[in-house]
């Protein structure tokens, strides 16, 4: 058995909202990323049904910020960002871990916003053992603290690529939090691994976080690394 999270796992979430039309996705990347703090991503399998409220967000735009994978345009890899907002966007970084971005803006303008860290609230046992094979997870801070993590959690890789977040009966669900519930303020920084124009937090301070989370992740600066073939010249974006 895994350890406890500190919540119930019985299959009631407190604090869910709606499920957002495709129109409420349809807004620039900073303001979908505002809104998705504190909202509920729900994935189902044959296995059980893993529930993850969201802590902390980082959106990219399109061609015009030299941060997304969208800067130099279109390409096979990056293709979701272009299409109908409210669907998954999910790529495998440096063939190592799945990062879960949530498309944003009308079908055509690319955007997203990356799905950094939350917390488990539905489904810890599967989270734990899905966790457990992929690496060494010690605590229930640490299940789905970083995008690679999260998208673990959720057991969520290129297959769910395109998925549909706004189908009720959908593999793949994202509810808001019910406005009645208390949320802690939102910070805001620079974003995690990027370099040049596009990490610079004067310019993008495009990271937003709930304050006071213990599973928001570290800030990391820019490392040196092989780029993929969408990352823009001489930058390395985020994981």
Do not use: I, K
């Amino acid at each position: 058995m895994a350890p406890s999270t500190g919540r119930p796992d019985d299959g009631v979430v407190p604090g869910l909202g709606a499920v957002p039309a495709r129109s409420w996705y349809a807004r620039p990347p900073l303001a979908v990323a505002r809104d998705l703090l504190g909202s509920f991503v729900t994935a189902r399998s044959a296995d059980g049904d893993v529930t993850v409220r969201l802590t902390e967000v980082e959106a990219y735009g399109g061609e015009d910020d030299p941060g997304s994978h969208a800067y130099r345009g279109r390409t096979g890899r990056n293709a979701a960002m272009f299409a109908e907002p409210g669907r998954l966007y999910v790529y495998r970084h440096l063939g190592l871990h799945h990062c879960v971005n949530v498309v944003t803006e009308p079908a055509g303008r690319p955007s997203a916003v990356l799905l950094r860290a939350g917390e488990v609230v539905e489904g810890a046992d599967l989270a734990w053992e899905r966790r457990a094979r992929a690496g060494v997870v010690d605590s229930a801070r640490q299940l789905a603290r970083g995008p690679a993590r999260l998208a673990v959690c959720l057991g969520l890789d290129l297959a769910a690529n395109g998925a549909d977040l706004t189908e009720p009966s959908g593999g793949v669900l994202l509810r808001r939090r019910d406005v009645r519930t208390v949320q802690p303020a939102v910070a805001s920084g620079p974003r995690v691994g990027v370099s040049g124009a596009g990490g610079d937090g004067a310019l993008h301070p495009w990271r937003l976080w709930l304050t006071h989370e213990r599973t928001v992740s570290a800030y990391r600066p820019a490392y040196r690394s092989p780029t993929s073939p969408d990352a823009p010249r001489g930058a390395t974006t985020s994981a």
